[in-house]
């Protein structure tokens, strides 16, 4: 996998903390959060190693800023790891 | 579709209600139907009795008990009559149906909580509604027992029996709830909130028992899961309260000690982009958790927020909102534990949780090996101590301390606030929120005047005549 795929993977961990970070028992951020593990498990199932990457300073442009890399990553198993991106952010109202 | 101990107790209970209405003559056919099911009887009831966790080694109450059941259990306490002829009597039915929800009550109780300590209130509760129905069995079929010389030591046996199911049934029904009846058997492969965290919390065990599986993801995935639990349970919490069935005054701690629990574990739950441990999830708990978060999603929530109390409960199909809450603190301090332990393990044991070279600070960690990995960016094994692992074993350790503060409020919860008082010995029997209660009126209450117009459960002998379809019994 490419260095842009790795740094994908350092966004969407910024964006579950940034999740995972709000403060309300409303129960969305949580969840919200949680989608993001479930697409890091894909990033671990292609066997990515995160890349410490900048922080965006919300999860909203984390998720852009991992979408955004990825379009530059390849190999056979980007475009999967693009589609759980694509579905993260559709969820979270970026799309 | 779930069983609950409750539930069964209200089956138990309307049983023996419709029996004591029943008018009875002695016959001794009738009689032996019935002294066919007492041992089986007996033992069920004795099952269930040994099943509610004592609160001391001896238990005076018990061994009482036990010596009462024993020998009825044992077909000790009736003479084998080889000279009669034996006619073909099928057991009463409805006798059969009480030694069947009893022996599913002890089946139950088998399963326990976890890490809950035993009240007196609660088991002298719990003995209560089990003994209150037995009572009224053993009078029914002393009331059908002919007065001969070779009834006279079987007789004596029921009358121990009802003797002492007596003296539990004078308890107060207000007395009786305890947290012992929220134990459930879920089936796993029932669309249900119950069924979701019951499956969840297998997933987690089996994960987390695992050392091959572990990984960082697996446990923030947990903590986040906990996190999701808290967060039903206190909806549910709040939805009992909004529809009246927990007083505010009582759930509101409750649903605060689990909020803050909730938080908690979004705290655990989130790692530092520095901290990595690589590793997918377990499969088993990837399902589990995508099951249980949108099961939570579908039950308790519209939208962006939680859903209206009163969907909520139409959602729930019935079942008592409070009750699923205990049951969802339950399963999230069970599993508190265990991935409190793993992190603990984790930080501190065999396993080694990778570090992002560059964020590494102090010249104590400055080596050779430090240096190529910080020139390279890579990741180096955490050192033993370093503060930013220890911030996420403090997050844990919050995290379950809170869980089971949480829980033992919510346990509380289970019993309701009422004040004891005690009357003369008991008459007669009353249904009194669908459970058997010895009074000393023989006016019966609402409920029992609807009862008693029921038809009887059952195939037995004797009873009322039917008036039409039987409404639902309310508890």
């Not at chain 1, 900048?54 to 475009?79: F, H, R, T, Y």
């Not at chain 2, 908690?264 to 982009?273: D, G, H, N, V, Y």
Request: with cysteine.
């Amino acid at each position: 996998m490419s260095l842009s795929t790795s740094e994908a993977y350092g966004h969407l961990r910024n964006a579950a903390w940034h999740y995972l970070s709000i403060d309300d028992d409303g129960g969305e951020g949580v969840l919200l959060g949680a989608a993001c593990l479930d697409v890091e498990d894909a990033f671990e199932k292609a066997e990515v190693i995160p890349e410490l990457v900048q922080d965006e300073g919300s999860a909203e442009a984390a998720i852009k800023a991992a979408l955004a890399s990825l379009e530059e990553g390849n190999g056979p198993l980007v475009p999967a790891l693009r589609d759980a991106l694509v579905e993260l952010a559709v969820r979270a109202g970026l799309r | 579709m779930t069983a609950t101990v409750a539930g069964m107790l209200d089956r138990l209970h309307a049983q023996a209600f419709a029996i004591s209405n029943l008018a009875t003559r002695p016959s001794e056919d009738r009689w032996r139907a019935h002294a066919v099911v007492w041992p089986r009887l007996a033992l069920a009831t004795m099952r269930a009795l040994n099943n509610v966790p004592a609160g001391t080694a001896i238990d005076p109450e018990l061994v009482l008990l036990d010596s009462i059941l024993q020998p009825i259990a044992r077909s000790e306490w009736i003479p084998r009559i080889s000279d009669t002829p034996a006619a073909n009597v099928p057991p009463d039915k409805r006798l059969v149906d009480m030694t069947r929800v009893l022996g599913g009550i002890a089946d139950l109780l088998s399963i326990g909580l976890k890490d809950i300590v035993s009240d007196s209130t609660a088991i002298l509760g719990l003995r209560s509604n089990l003994l209150a129905p037995v009572m009224v069995a053993a009078n029914w079929s002393l009331a059908t027992a002919p007065e001969v010389a070779r009834n006279l030591t079987p007789r004596r046996h029921l009358q121990l029996v009802s003797g002492i199911g007596a003296a539990f049934a004078f308890i107060p029904v207000g007395l009786r709830p305890g947290q012992y009846d929220d134990i459930a058997a879920v089936p796993h492969s029932e669309n249900s909130l119950d069924a979701a965290m019951h499956n969840w919390l297998d997933a987690t065990k089996e994960a987390l028992a695992t050392r091959k599986g572990l990984s960082g993801l697996t446990l923030q995935t947990i903590a986040a899961d906990l996190s999701v639990l808290c967060g039903a349970a206190a909806a549910t919490t709040n939805a009992a309260i909004a529809l009246g069935q927990l007083a505010e005054d009582r759930g509101r701690p409750v649903v605060e000690a689990i909020s803050e629990a909730n938080a908690k574990w979004r705290e655990a739950s989130r790692w530092p982009q520095t901290i990595y441990l690589g590793g997918v999830r377990d499969t088993g708990l990837a399902d589990a958790s995508i099951h249980l978060r949108q099961t939570v999603i579908d039950t308790l929530r519209d939208g962006k927020s939680w859903a209206d109390p009163a969907v909520i409960a139409t959602r729930m199909n019935g079942q008592e909102l409070a009750s699923v809450a205990r049951r969802a603190m339950h399963i999230a301090a069970e599993a508190a534990q265990l991935q409190q332990a793993a992190v603990t393990n984790l930080f501190f044991g065999k396993d080694r949780v990778m570090m992002a070279s560059r964020s590494l600070e102090g010249a104590t960690y400055m080596n050779k090996a430090v240096f190529t990995a910080r020139r390279r960016g890579t990741w180096i094994p955490m050192p033993r101590y370093e503060p930013t692992g220890v911030e996420v074993y403090r997050a844990a350790l919050n995290a379950a301390t809170a869980t089971t503060a949480a829980r033992l409020l919510s346990v509380a919860t289970a019993r309701t606030a009422v004040a004891p008082s005690m009357s003369s010995p008991p008459t007669a029997v009353d249904f009194t929120q669908g459970r058997i209660v010895a009074l000393r009126t023989t006016t019966p209450s609402a409920s029992a005047q609807r009862l008693t117009q029921e038809p009887p459960f059952g195939m037995g002998t004797g009873g009322p005549g039917s008036s039409g379809p039987a409404p639902s019994i309310g508890r």
